[in-house]
Each structure stands twice: as structure tokens, then as C-alpha cells.
């Protein structure tokens, strides 16, 4: 079990911010979970964003359908490119390069976990789970929802 902490775009402004201007070590230890309210077809770039990233899109059961390493670019580059999959996805995590070979992480074998919180068909919803000592340092808020950590299950090879 792998975990993360990573930041929650649930809105289109946090979305189309993602790594945007933020320096390389802080993206080697940071992380960002986009959240869609229906699964649906979108793509990303990496204009402004100062280091590799790798973007695992999952379903709206949390399996992990597909995996793209980013390269950063510029708004000049004539060459300039979009990633994306071809099929709908409900959430999108980027993170450092490497991250999801690192720890083993590939389609089939992974889905997210959730801590004190619960997936619904549109939204994420507060967990009747009791919340964690207010004082730990795991904690996240993103409006109404409470995100303790999010977990990557992998099943062995």
C-alpha cells in the first residue's frame, strides 16, 4: 500500500492551475488529485510547469486505467503537445516523474483508496468514519470534504 497526500483540484480554476509555475522541488514532493464530477474525455498540458510529470487516469471505481509521462513546454513551441487517453476517466493524478514505476504502480493492478471519505456517482462526501486527531499532520481541507491520505492498492505481480 502506497500513500500520498496529494492537493485536490475539484474546480475548474484548481484544475487548470495544476503544476503551473510551481519549482521543481516542491513538485518532487507534492502531488495533485483531479477530481470530475462525471467521468468524462479532457487532455493537459505542461505549459509553465518546470519538471516532468507522470499522470495516472483512473475510473470512477478507482482502478487505474492508464499512465502518460509529461515533458514540460513552452507557449512558443510550434511543436507543442496535449496528453490525454481515449477513454473517459473520473480522476487524474499527477505526480513526479517516476512516481508510479517507482512503487509498482501500472493499469490492472491499481486502484485508489480513500480514507475518510466516500465515493458517491457525483461527488466526493464526508465519511461517517470519525476524523482523525485535528492536530495530524496528514490532514488536507478542500471545502466541506476532509481528505486524510489517499491510498494506492497494487496487487503483487
Not at 488529485?33 to 487532455?43: A, G, H, I, N, Q
Not at 461527488?123 to 494506492?152: G, H, M, W
Request: proline share 6%; charged share 25%.
Amino acid at each position: 500500500m502506497i500513500r500520498s497526500q496529494p492537493k485536490i483540484a475539484d474546480d475548474s480554476s484548481e484544475r487548470s492551475a495544476g503544476f503551473q509555475h510551481i519549482c521543481p522541488e516542491i513538485i518532487d514532493t507534492s502531488s495533485i488529485l483531479f477530481v470530475y464530477e462525471e467521468p468524462l474525455l479532457t487532455r493537459f498540458h505542461m505549459f509553465n510547469v518546470h519538471a516532468a510529470l507522470d499522470i495516472g487516469f483512473f475510473n470512477g471505481d478507482g482502478e487505474l486505467d492508464a499512465l502518460i509521462r509529461m515533458t514540460p513546454q513552452k507557449y512558443s513551441d510550434p511543436n507543442s503537445v496535449t496528453y490525454g487517453v481515449e477513454k473517459e476517466f473520473k480522476y487524474a493524478l499527477e505526480t513526479r516523474a517516476g512516481f508510479f514505476e517507482k512503487n509498482g504502480l501500472k493499469p490492472g493492478n491499481t486502484t485508489l483508496i480513500f480514507p475518510w471519505i466516500e465515493l458517491n456517482s457525483t461527488r466526493l462526501i464526508q465519511s461517517s468514519t470519525p476524523k482523525p486527531d485535528e492536530n495530524s499532520t496528514d490532514l488536507a481541507f478542500r471545502s466541506d470534504v476532509l481528505v486524510n491520505s489517499l491510498e494506492l492498492i497494487h496487487a503483487a505481480p
